[in-house]
């Protein structure tokens, strides 16, 4: 008979010992077979010591062999009470000082930046601690904290720094805008209670009037006390911007022939709600331009050729003859070959890019659509095809009512009426054809222009870009758009596309024309920052005002001593504070040369400090946090 050893060489003689010993243990509870101890112990050839020392170990360890299934229990994480407390004790001092910065609106709560910035210091100054323990020591919730901590980057700086920045001064109007108040408000003990409490509120506004009149009993309004506020010049409050005077300007500049001279044709999504279940189509209508007649109408589920040749087909079935002119938007599909074909001898042309007033007469329509029709919600049972014909109805009925509605600037004539009545003359058709025809041409003339003038470097990037992503721009007008731009955008503008698609963020169904728009706000921004920065040498050389006080706190700052990354975290923190674009283009190009000046191997480091601290503050807008962010990576490692 053979060992066990044997068998098992690679196994110790005193643990397969100590493992039959303990089976015996259990073999003889059962009443089996099971062999002598002496006979084990020859088998494998242990010491009886050795294997019975290991075999209570083993017996031991069974039952923890055996658990439940899913995850093991969370550990109990010793929590250091004397961290935890000083922590507790800092986050009051806090909120004492700013009240505040931490509001709650139901089961919502609202952090001020400050309080953000100082619950990551907190983190930074206890690397050893865990999250959940920081979070439970300053009252916020793990999940929450966790991503202040993931906002600038994937891991928290260990920081040196002991203490949070303090919180940023809350916007306030600029000094030629501030009035003094009227002595018979001075005097009201109301009104200068609203004022001592704004002044140190790190809060949104709503939370601070309901902060007046539950904790300081002041009975004014929120209307009120906007108005008191706006008077002391402490807060200015967010105006809509108007018409500008360019649109002011080049309204009804449209030139206008007669009715049937020339259609605009246009497409937009609607939404239709059937039983709980969303569906979108695009409805596509084309619109006579003379009269703002209706005349062709197509839904379905893409905005595509198919559909531009469907709504002319239908608007000739209306009017029963073609127009001299179809004007289209840019998008690939409305100059496919196969719209060429179908629209015969009617000129197709352009719409001027970037400019929707340039199809007034379709979008307009767009916007009566949504002002007349009801939202479509459908609760009976129905397949998709009945939802698409219930739109195409409603369309239908929709644009028949308006195409007879009476129009007072014509005399109560409907633009059926003013379609029908037309009657021009061999002379105004051909007038309309050569001044319709010399427009397209001029239009084509210079887009080759700005084809020939493009960068090759830019034009090679983007065909490959489009080959790679699956672009459609048979004719290559998106890639001519693209292309004007500097190279540096176009490389940024791929890149963020790029990252969208990877982290799935991109909206459903974009095209190329979503990569023209992140180029073109791309280059705005730089040629903004560009323009920005030459004011900024111009005046320093001024020694103006502006810039006066600027440099004098920054060399208050200076003359304090802080450490590198307290420094970092004040210049960032005044950028952020300020709505004036030129005071955080300084602060923003102080932190680039604090970060410039460090060891290339630790610029990466000062890097996401900064942005972390840029996207934990709140009080700017996510594009503003993101152009801020944009400028120190250009700024720390230019393309160009």
Known sequence: MSSISEIRPSVS????????????????????????????????????????????QLLAQLSSLDRPPGRPATPVIE??????????????????????????????RYYSDGFRCFALAQCERHPELNVEIIAEAIDVPATTLREWLGAGAATPEQSSSSASMPEPIAPVA????????????????????????????????????????????????????????Q??????????????????????????FFPGAQWTGDGTPIRVALEGEIFVFNLELVVDTASAAAVGIDVRDHEDAAAVVAAFDDAITTTGAAPLALLLDNKPSNHAPVVDEAIGDTVLMRATVARPQNKAHVEGAFGLFSQVAP??????????????????????????????RPRADHRGRSRFDLYREAAPSADDIERAREALVARA??????????HARQDPASRQILDETFARLGFDDSQGHLRTAIARYPLARIVEGIAIFDGKLRAATLPDGV??????????????????????????????DARDLVFGPLHAAKDVLQRQQLDVDE???????????????????????????????EPLATQHDRFRLAARRIHGTHRVTHTERLRATRFLAAKILPLD
């Open 13 to 56: 003689p005193h643990v397969l010992a100590a493992l039959l010993l303990a089976a015996n243990t259990h073999l003889r509870a059962l009443d089996l077979p099971h062999p002598t101890t002496t006979a084990v112990l020859e088998a494998t050839r242990a010491t009886r010591s050795r294997a019975y020392e290991l075999r209570d």
């Open 79 to 108: 929590r250091p009470t004397d961290v935890t407390a000083s922590s507790s004790r800092e986050a009051l001092r806090y909120l004492i000082d700013h009240p505040g910065a931490v509001s709650r609106n139901g089961q919502r």
């Open 174 to 229: 600029s000094d030629a805008k501030k009035t003094e108040l009227t002595l018979d408000v001075i005097g009201d003990l109301q009104v200068q209670t609203v004022l001592d409490a704004w002044r140190t509120w790190r809060g949104p506004f709503t939370a601070f009037c309901d902060h007046l009149q539950h904790h300081h009993h002041v009975r004014f309004g929120r209307a009120a006390i906007a108005s008191i506020l």
């Open 231 to 256: 008077r002391a010049g402490e807060r200015v409050p967010a105006r809509r911007r108007g018409r500008s005077p360019d649109e002011q300007a080049l309204c009804r500049s449209f030139e206008i």
């Open 375 to 404: 939202p479509i919600v459908i609760e009976a049972p129905t397949k998709r095809e009945r939802a698409r014909q219930i739109l195409d109805l409603q369309a239908r009925t929709w644009a028949g009512t308006l195409n007879h």
């Open 441 to 450: 041409r001029e239009q084509q003339q210079a887009h080759e222009t700005r």
């Open 511 to 540: 095209d190329a024309r979503y990569l023209l728009g992140i180029v073109r706000n791309l280059a705005h921004e730089h040629e903004g920052y560009a323009i920005a920065e030459r004011l900024w040498e111009l005046r320093r």
């Open 567 to 597: 420094r970092l975290r004040s210049f960032v923190d005044r950028g952020l504070a300020t709505d004036r674009g030129i005071e955080r283009f300084f602060w923003l190009t102080c932190a680039v040369d604090i970060i410039r000046a």
